[in-house]
C-alpha cells in the first residue's frame, strides 16, 4: 500500500475516535442531570422517575416528565438497602451489567497508538534522510529497473571510447545469442569492471549495453547497500539477485563500487564482521552462486580500482576489467560531435580547434562545456553558437566567472601586467613548452588576478626532464618579471611557486631525475593508479636525513635555474616585455594573434634549441 494512503487512513481512525469521544461526552452533558445520591433519593420519594437502572456504581432514573432537555437523572450508589425502599415505593427498578470492554480498550491503547504513532513519524523522516527506504522495507533492494525503451542510450550516444566500446559489445552479443557462445565450450564473463576517472562515461556505457541488448537494466549505487542496520545490506544483495533472476537475461549495474567492495582488513571492530563486510561477503556469495550461461551479466564501475578487495577481482567474478580513460584529441571530437548535434551550432566552429583547447577533459567536462558555450550564446542574444562562445567558456572552466567589477590601484594593475607577460615572453621563448593562446589582467576564479591560458599542439603522455625544467623557467617567469621591472616581490606568485616546487619535487623523488642522488624513487605516498592531477604528496619520504638535505638541495637547485633562465630571457627581451606590458595594460586583454605580433621580436632562448 502507498504510504501516502497509510498515513491518510491512520489520519481517520484517529479521527473517528475523537468523534465518538466527543460525540459521547455532548450527548451526556446535554440529556444527563448528575446529581447528588441524596437528591437522587429525594426524587424516588417524590415519584418522579418511571424506570431506575442500576450500572456498577452509579444509577440512573428515567424522568417521567422531562426537565427541559434533560430526560435522565445520574447518581453514584452509595447504600446497598436501596433495592428494599424502592420496592416500598413501588418502584419498577433493573440491574444491568455494563460492558466497558470497548471503552476500557480504547482508553487502553490510545496512549500506546500515540506513542507507536510519534515514533513512526519520527523514524519515516530519519530513514528518508539516511537513504534507508520505506518502513518495514529495510531488506528490500533500491534498484532501479529499466527496460530497453526506458534507457534511451544506445552505442550511437557513446563517443571516445572505442576501445571500452568494443570490449562491451562481445557482452552485447552474447546476451542476444546466448547458445552460440557456449557452442565451442567457452563461457562469458561474469562481471566486466569498467575502470576509469570521474565523468569519463562508465554509467553510460552500461546504459548503452543494456539499450543494445534490449534487457531489463538494474541500477543501483553501492552506497545504497550499506546501512546503519546490520544485516540489512547483505538482504539487499540477494533481494536484488533474486528480482535479476526473474528477469533474466538482465543487466546488473552497480555503481560506485568502491563503496561497498573497499579492501578488508585485518581486523575487524569489536571482534566481528562490521555491515560493509557482511554486504561484501554477500555480493561475494551471490556472484559465485549464479550461471552465467543463464544470460545475468554483473557490471560495475568505479574511480578507485587500488582500493577493492583482491576478492572481487579475482578470476570468476569480475573476470575482465574495462578502462574507460579520458579521450585523446580525436575522441573528444567525437564526443563534442555527440553534443553539438543537439545545439545551434555555427556551421565555422572548428571543433579540432575545440578539442585542443581542452586536454585533460572527461566527457562529462565537454558536455558541461557545449553547455556553458551555449548560455554564453544565449545570453548575447545570438542565433548561433560560435567558436567565440567556445573559448569563453573554456577560460569560465578552466579560469573560472570574470570579475570585471573588482576594482584595482593602478600599482596593482601595473604588477599584474608585468607578471603575466613574463608568463608569455617566456613561454614564447621557450620551444618545449605549449604555446600562449590567450593572456587577461581581468580578475577571475577565486583570487586570480589575472590568467594565461596556453593550448597544447598535441595531447602528451610522456614529458622528458627537459621539457619539465622548461615548464617550471614559465612557472617563475611571473616573478621573475616583477623582480626585473618593479624590483619588489609580491604575493602574487604564490600559487605558481607552488606548482613550481611540487613539480621539481616530482622529479627528484618520484621521476629519479637528480644524478646525484641517482635513479632512486623515495616518495613513498600511494596515489590513486587514475590520478593525473599531479597533486601535492604528503612528504613521506623513505630516506635518511642526509638524504633529505640533498634531496632539499636538488629541488632548491631545479627551481633556481629555472628562475635565473627565465630572468635572463627577460633581460634579453626587456624591450619587448616593456611593449608587451604596456598593450596589455591598456586592452587587458590579448588574443592569440596580437601575442605572435610581440613574439617578431622576441630572441629565442638558445638552450631550447
Known sequence: ???????????????????????????????????????????????????????????????????????VMVATIVDPA??????????????????????????????????????????????????????????????????????????????????????????????KRPQEYGRLGAHIPKGVLLVGPPGTGKTLLAKAVAGEAGVPFFSISGSEFVEMFVGVGAARVRDLFEQARTHAPAIIFIDELDALGRARGAMSPLGGHDEKEQTLNQLLSEMDGFDSSGG???????????????????????DRQVLVDRPDRQGRIAILKVHVAKIKLDPAVDLDTIAGLTPGFSGADLANLVNEATLVATRQRAEQVTEANFTSAVERIVAGLEHKTRLMSTRERE?????????????????????????????????????????????????????????????????????????????GAADDLVKASDLARHMVTSYGMDEDLGYVAFDLEQRSMLDTSGATTSGNI???????????????????????????????????LDRGARLLLQKETLDEAAIHTLAHDLVIDAGSS
Open 415 to 491: 604588477t599584474v601586467a608585468c607578471h603575466e607577460m613574463g608568463h608569455v615572453l617566456v613561454a614564447l621563448a621557450l620551444k618545449h613548452v605549449d604555446p600562449v593562446h590567450k593572456v587577461s589582467i581581468i580578475p577571475r576564479g577565486f583570487g586570480a588576478l589575472g590568467y594565461t591560458i596556453q593550448r597544447p599542439s598535441e595531447d602528451r603522455h610522456l614529458s622528458s626532464k627537459h621539457e619539465l625544467e622548461e615548464k617550471i623557467a614559465v612557472l617563475l617567469a611571473g616573478r621573475a618579471a616583477e623582480k626585473l621591472m618593479l624590483g619588489v616581490l609580491s604575493t
Open 542 to 576: 623513505n630516506a635518511s636525513e642526509d638524504v633529505l638535505r640533498r634531496i632539499d638541495a636538488a629541488i632548491r637547485t631545479i627551481v633556481m635555474d629555472a628562475y635565473h633562465r627565465a630572468y635572463a630571457i627577460l633581460s634579453t627581451n626587456r624591450e619587448v
Open 1 to 71: 500500500m502507498n504510504k501516502k494512503h497509510t498515513w491518510n487512513l491512520l489520519y481517520w481512525f484517529l479521527a473517528l475516535i475523537l468523534f465518538v469521544y466527543i460525540q459521547d461526552v455532548w450527548q451526556s452533558a446535554n440529556q444527563a442531570q448528575v446529581v447528588s445520591y441524596s437528591e437522587f433519593e429525594k426524587s424516588i420519594g417524590n415519584h418522579l422517575f418511571s424506570e431506575v437502572t442500576i450500572a456498577g456504581n452509579t444509577i440512573t432514573g428515567k424522568l417521567k416528565t422531562p426537565d427541559g432537555a434533560k430526560t
Open 82 to 175: 436501596l433495592a428494599a425502599r424502592l420496592d416500598k415505593f413501588d418502584v419498577p427498578y433493573t440491574r444491568i451489567i455494563e460492558n466497558t470492554f470497548l471503552h476500557d480498550l480504547v482508553v487502553g491503547l490510545a496512549p500506546f497508538l500515540l506513542i507507536f504513532a510519534l515514533w513512526f513519524f519520527l523514524f519515516r523522516n530519519f530513514a528518508e534522510k539516511q537513504g534507508m527506504g520505506g518502513f518495514l522495507s529495510i531488506g528490500k533492494s533500491n534498484a532501479k529497473v529499466y527496460i530497453q525503451t526506458n534507457t534511451g542510450v544506445t552505442f550511437a550516444d557513446v563517443a571516445g571510447v572505442d576501445e571500452a566500446k568494443s570490449e562491451l559489445e562481445e557482452v552485447v552479443d552474447f546476451l
Open 296 to 318: 545475468l551479466i554483473i557490471l560495475s564501475a568505479t574511480n578507485r580500482p587500488e582500493i577493492l578487495d583482491p576478492a572481487l577481482l579475482r578470476a570468476g567474478r569480475f
